[in-house]
Nanobody
C-alpha cells in the first residue's frame, strides 16, 4: 500500500505562485509514475502533470505548460508542483496521485491518491 499526503495550496492573487508537495510513504518502490490532477466544483478531475519516478519523463496539460513545473526528490519520496503565473481558472482542489506503470492522463488509471488541497486564485 502507498500513502500520499498533499500539502501546500492556499489563496493567491492572479499572477502569483504556489508550490504543492506530495509526500509518499509505504511501498513507494512500487510507484512508477506520480502525477497531479485538479477538480473544480461540478467538473471532472482533470490531468495537470505527471512524471515517471526513475526516468524523469514528464507530461503537462496544455494550459499549464510554461507555467507549472513538476519535480521530485526521490530521497525524500516527495513530488512537487511549482505553479507560477496563476490564473483564476486554475482554482480547484489539487490531488496528487501515483500509479504502478507509465504516465497516463486519465485519473481512473491511478492507484493511489492524496487527500487534496485547495488552490484559489483571485482576480
Amino acid at each position: 500500500q502507498v500513502h500520499l499526503v498533499n500539502s501546500g495550496g492556499g489563496l493567491v492573487q492572479a499572477g502569483g505562485s504556489l508550490r504543492l508537495s506530495c509526500a509518499a510513504s509505504g511501498r513507494t518502490f512500487s510507484i512508477y509514475t506520480m502525477g497531479w490532477f485538479r477538480q473544480a466544483p461540478g467538473k471532472e478531475r482533470d490531468f495537470v502533470a505527471a512524471m515517471t519516478r526513475s526516468a524523469g519523463s514528464t507530461s503537462y496539460e496544455d494550459s499549464v505548460k510554461g507555467r507549472f513545473t513538476i519535480s521530485k526528490d526521490n530521497a525524500k519520496n516527495t513530488m512537487y508542483l511549482q505553479m507560477n503565473s496563476l490564473k483564476p481558472e486554475d482554482t480547484a482542489v489539487y490531488y496528487c496521485a501515483a500509479r504502478l506503470s507509465g504516465i497516463s492522463t486519465d485519473y481512473r488509471n491511478y492507484n493511489y491518491w492524496g487527500q487534496g488541497t485547495q488552490v484559489t486564485v483571485s482576480s
